[in-house]
């Protein structure tokens, strides 16, 4: 157990790791095989155990939490697999649009319903043309009096056709670049607003992917979060807060592997004595050990950070999760070399954990998009030091 954890926090990741044990990993590689949408475990997880997307404020039903306790959870869920971690976690990406910008009543009844379970939200921004760059969408919204409507296709959204309620992005004013992005909610079943087919992945199998089609969508005006043009920066503050539970997701997944391979290095003879005595396989272990908990204790920081307003958070977030989602697959890799012809089988969890694990370096911004960022951060305050300096 980790330090630095209060007795309630304790006791929430203990509560969410037996869950995992019980009803998650028993099930992990029929989900991934039938490429199966867990909707029980989720139904559990919101309705049993109450976590549906901890960070919803209490006057929402919610439970009130921060960042850092959606971080616990996620770690453990991603310990067991990061399909069902994706499936539970989307949820929270795709509500906290509104939690930002959301009017009163628009948290009244989309939260609160989120916050009891009722509703599941999806985070549509991504399209064909428009993935690291976002600011380049394609969908429009155009006012007709009382209403909006929409036109475009968002690809690759997480939970697409499972989901209630989602947080579109469209271009409202074109010649404003990505200032004249908006954000508006859109429910399920509204005319002119289906699915596209589902995606067929590498990993997280059991997380469903798929495009929104928006065709002549009429949405009500009300419907709008926030001011229109400000919807780049709702997305933008939206990832930043989500990148922190991505990184511990990832130190997870970066667990489960580390405890795989340190079983099977214990347990492996070979020329008469377990692998595990070979220095080799010593330090292949000891590398990820090291890895899993500088990772863990990154992502924990950004987590803390983002509760706490640090005016530092976002890049924390974004180093937290260059860093984390990178070294869930290194140890993954290694984890599976330890475990040689045995790990490349489907009899063992390792490779399904490794082609989970890829997803961490490219869903919520590439690693190379987020070390864009956390140059361009570094860049500033060293012009900032020089300038203080000077004075
Ligand atoms: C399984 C899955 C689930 C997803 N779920 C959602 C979801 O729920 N909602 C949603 O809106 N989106 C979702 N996405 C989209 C995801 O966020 C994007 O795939 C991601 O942001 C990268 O965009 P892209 O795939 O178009 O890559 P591109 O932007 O085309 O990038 C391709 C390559 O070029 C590099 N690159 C691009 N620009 C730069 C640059 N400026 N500097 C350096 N390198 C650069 C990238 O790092 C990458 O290696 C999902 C994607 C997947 C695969």
Redesign the pocket.
């Known amino acids: 157990m980790p330090l630095f954890l209060t007795d309630e926090q304790k006791a929430l990741k203990e509560t969410v790791r037996k869950f995992t044990e019980e009803e998650i990993i028993p099930v992990r590689q029929e989900l991934d095989e039938k490429e199966e949408y867990p909707a029980e475990i989720i139904n559990k997880l919101v309705k049993d155990l109450l976590l549906a997307c901890p960070f919803i404020p209490e006057e929402y039903d919610g439970a009130g939490l921060g960042v850092f306790e959606s971080a616990l959870i996620v770690e453990e869920l991603a310990r067991g697999c990061l399909g069902v971690c994706?499936a539970y976690a989307?949820s929270g990406?795709?509500l906290y649009p509104i939690l930002i910008a959301g009017t009163n009543e628009q948290k009244l009844k989309y939260a609160s319903a989120v916050a009891r379970g009722e509703k599941i939200a999806?985070?549509?921004?991504?399209e064909?043309s428009?993935?690291?760059?976002?600011g380049n969408l394609k969908t429009t919204a155009v006012k007709k009096s009382d209403i909006y409507v929409l036109n475009g296709v968002?690809?690759?959204?997480?939970?697409?056709s499972k989901a209630d309620i989602y947080s579109v992005?469209a271009v409202t004013d074109r010649e404003r670049g990505p200032r004249g992005i908006s954000c508006f909610i859109v429910e399920k079943d509204t005319p002119g607003f289906t699915f596209g087919a589902k995606?067929k992945?590498l990993?997280?199998r059991c997380?469903e992917?798929r495009e929104l089609i928006f065709e002549d969508c009429e949405i009500p005006a009300e419907n709008l979060l926030g001011r229109e043009g400000h919807g780049f920066r709702y997305a933008l503050e939206t990832l930043n807060h989500s990148r922190a539970a991505v990184a511990a997701s990832a130190v997870g997944v970066a667990q489960a592997a580390l405890e795989i391979a340190v079983n099977y290095a214990s347990e492996r003879i070979q020329y008469d004595n377990p692998i595990s005595s070979l220095q080799v396989i010593q330090h292949k272990l000891a590398d990820m050990s090291i890895l899993v908990e500088s990772g863990r204790h990154l992502a924990y920081t950004a987590a803390r950070m983002i509760d706490m307003k640090h005016p530092s958070h976002s890049r924390y977030s974004t180093m937290a999760k260059a860093y984390c989602g990178e070294n869930a697959f290194t140890v993954a890799n290694t984890a599976l070399q330890i475990m040689g012809g045995y790990g490349y089988m489907r009899d063992f969890p390792i490779e399904k954990i490794l082609r989970d694990a890829k997803?961490l370096s490219?869903?919520?911004?590439?690693?190379?998009?987020q070390?864009?960022a956390v140059f361009k951060d570094l860049m500033k305050e060293m012009k900032n030091r020089k300038k203080l300096k000077k004075c």
Do not use: M, P
């Not at 428009?130 to 976002?134: E, K, L, N």
């Not at 968002?154 to 697409?160: E, F, H, V």
């Open positions: 994706t989307v990406l795709g999806a985070f549509g921004l991504t064909s428009a993935g690291s760059d976002i968002k690809q690759w959204i997480t939970s697409a992005f995606e992945k990993g997280i997380s992917t997803i490219i869903y919520e911004g590439t690693t190379e998009v070390k864009n």
